[in-house]
């Protein structure tokens, strides 16, 4: 018997006709695995991101509080827009509720002078009903201070420059 090739688009003898090619299922679940990893990445930085933004830019109510013995006093506090308001002679215990202060407010304060003898004074200030800061004191005049953070942040703007 003599060795001849096959002819031409057929296998060599002895070996099986092949079956039709496989197709690789793999690169279609890693792919389908990277779109929901990279969806799922994407939606959580966005909550994360808004979670961070709404208690950035949230809004506190600052209750400015003063009590004591005092019948005859004055008592100044930040107003919203930064500057200072004022009550002469106000009854005690006294409060006030400020929100929305403008955003280069970055400090709130209340101040009450007693101009009784012997009178005792005490400050307060809470943020959302929690309380900040307190101060007391007592004497021939006496003088309480309360500060507290507004909640805005330092906003520096620079000028841009041309290019």
Request: glycine share 8%; aromatic share 10%.
């Amino acid at each position: 018997m003599y060795n001849y090739p096959p002819p031409p688009g057929y296998p060599p003898y002895g070996y099986p006709p092949q079956g039709p090619k496989k197709r690789l299922w793999w690169p279609w679940v890693l792919a389908v695995s990277v779109i929901l990893v990279g969806v799922l990445v994407l939606v959580g930085a966005n909550l994360y991101n808004r979670d961070n933004w709404q208690r950035a830019h949230r809004v506190p109510t600052l209750t400015y509080q003063v009590e004591g013995t005092a019948t005859a006093l004055s008592i100044s506090y930040t107003v919203p827009d930064g500057s200072d308001g004022e009550d002469r002679n106000p009854t005690l215990p006294w409060s006030k509720d400020v929100t929305k202060f403008g955003r280069n407010v970055l400090i709130a304060r209340v101040w009450a002078t007693s101009f009784d003898s012997g009178a005792t004074l005490t400050c307060r200030i809470l943020s959302d009903g929690k309380k900040v800061t307190e101060q007391t004191s007592s004497g021939a005049v006496a003088s309480v201070n309360c500060v507290a953070d507004t909640g805005n942040k330092l906003q520096i703007e620079v000028p841009r420059t041309r290019r």
